[in-house]
């Protein structure tokens, strides 16, 4: 049995204009074979529920770079520990709380002598200026929980990012912005979402789709990994040497990606 793994941004969708289209071939084939489709993203909860209706989703996802792990309920033929029911999930929660992340962003700055712009400093209108997203969906990308991506202004970049490990927290980098979490990633939560459809289902292979420096550790834990071309496909495929690079970026590197490997 294979399962999916797919980071969201300038992978399934495209990272200008969020449309998916180019992929449609790819998610039909996945639908018809019933193979589940995880997103494993930095976006919130709220944003993935989005997408999830958009594009006609039922599976598990994560949000927030493995701050938690959102099951609906009744998935799995086993009740899950330790879970929590939460806005119609069964949640399990691996991050730290967002208003203590906030607290560490601002002592480490103060640390620094870094200035960084946060979500929590922006508006939506600032997120969607920031972001190039939708105001609608900028307001869904500022309901936070368990990460803050921020801006860095000016210089102090390495002290900043040592303050924050000093610490106890984690950072990692996306697209577009720096995140600060607790002691989570996406490995992690591909890890034990894995582990619950091993017991459900026996045997799985992981395919892990994924384009940004956020997404090394959860590919590298895959068993097929897939790098859609971006601007770090190169640091990519160096930290990730079994994955395969796609020609093309955003949903067409998507598409002939699992469509290659579906082939296989």
Partial sequence: MKIIFSDLDGTLLDPRTYAWDAAQPALTVVRQRGIPLLFCTSKTRAEVEFWR??????????????????????????????????????????????????????????????????????????????????????????????????????????????????????????????HIMGNNDKAEAVKRLTALYRKASGDVVVVGVGDGWNDVRFLSAADIPILVRSQFAA???????????????????????VLQTLAA
């Fill in 53 to 178: 209706s958009r594009l006609g989703n039922n599976d598990p996802f994560i949000v927030e770079n493995g701050g938690a792990i959102c099951v609906p309920p009744g998935y799995f033929p086993f009740p899950l520990r330790p879970a929590r029911e939460r806005e119609g999930y069964q949640v399990i929660e691996l991050g730290t709380g967002y208003d203590e992340l906030v607290r560490t962003l601002q002592a480490a700055a103060r640390e620094a002598g870094c200035q960084v712009l946060g979500f929590h400093d922006m508006s939506v209108a600032e997120i969607s200026q920031r972001s190039h997203l939708p105001i609608e969906q900028a307001a869904l990308a500022k309901q936070r929980e368990y990460d803050e991506p921020f801006e860095i202004l000016g210089s102090g970049t390495y002290r900043l990012l040592e303050a924050i490990e000093e610490r106890g927290k984690r950072w990692t980098r996306g697209d577009r912005f720096y």
């Fill in 235 to 257: 640091v990519l495929k160096r930290a990730v040497p079994r994955g395969l690079v796609t020609q093309a970026p955003g949903p067409d590197g998507w598409n002939e990606g």
